[in-house]
């Protein structure tokens, strides 16, 4: 007998899988406060990749990071600084730009304006030789998730299923930003890149 949720042979749906894997991912937690503090997160976002091997793509590169309520700047920027670039401006998108989000109207609207600015300031500067690009990660495990959840109609599942609805399943812990500062995007200006697990939005 086929139980709800399940597939033929008993199996878990696709769907009841990637919300099994994302229940072993995150444990039920909120904060109550903003910004949201990393150090009692469980587990700890990750600010910088155990595996990776810096090449120096940077050298002589100045990185500005502008934001820091989430820790996706911290995390781009300590990866920049690893490949030889000094301190100094890259503007985070999120995925609510292109597909929306109901709950975060005013949040999604900035981040729509974020898009808008970085396509008018490539064709800004184009011609000085100045490369405006953007990234638009998915879900990603931040302490900027946990302060952000309603604390009156908070349900832990929310946190447990975090970025299980993306097709791979989980939410991110380190988006990369090193490739669009490098001469590897030498030809990109105007773009977006979308690290977001497979969602498809066409932007």
């Known amino acids: 007998m086929v139980k709800a949720g399940q597939g033929r042979a008993g199996h878990l749906s696709e769907k009841e899988k990637r919300r099994e894997m994302a229940s072993k991912q995150f ?7 903003q910004p949201g503090k990393e150090h ?6 990750q600010a910088t990749c155990p595996h990776h091997k810096p090449s120096r ?3 002589g590169k ?19 600084l690893q490949e030889g670039s000094g301190p100094g401006h890259q503007c985070i998108c999120k995925v609510n730009a292109y597909k929306g989000n109901p709950k975060l109207l005013d949040y ?6 974020i898009v808008a600015f970085t396509r008018g300031l490539a064709l800004q500067v184009v011609k000085s030789g100045i490369r405006v690009n953007g990234v638009v990660p998915g879900p990603v495990w931040t302490s900027l998730i946990l302060a952000s959840f309603d604390p009156i109609r908070f349900d832990p599942q929310e946190v447990e299923t975090f970025g299980v609805e993306v097709p791979m399943g989980r939410a991110a812990q380190l988006p990369s930003y090193v ?3 490098s001469q590897d995007s030498s030809y990109y200006t105007g773009q977006v890149l979308h690290p977001n697990g497979g969602v498809i939005v066409n932007g």
């Open 27 to 33: 444990l039920p937690q909120k904060q109550d406060t």
């Open 179 to 181: 490739c669009l500062a």
């Open 108 to 113: 999604t609207s900035t981040k729509g304006a």
């Open 40 to 45: 009692v997160m469980e587990p700890t976002p």
């Open 62 to 80: 100045v990185a500005l990071v502008t934001g820091g309520d989430s820790g996706i700047g911290r995390a781009g920027l300590r990866r920049k």
């Open 57 to 59: 793509k940077l050298e």
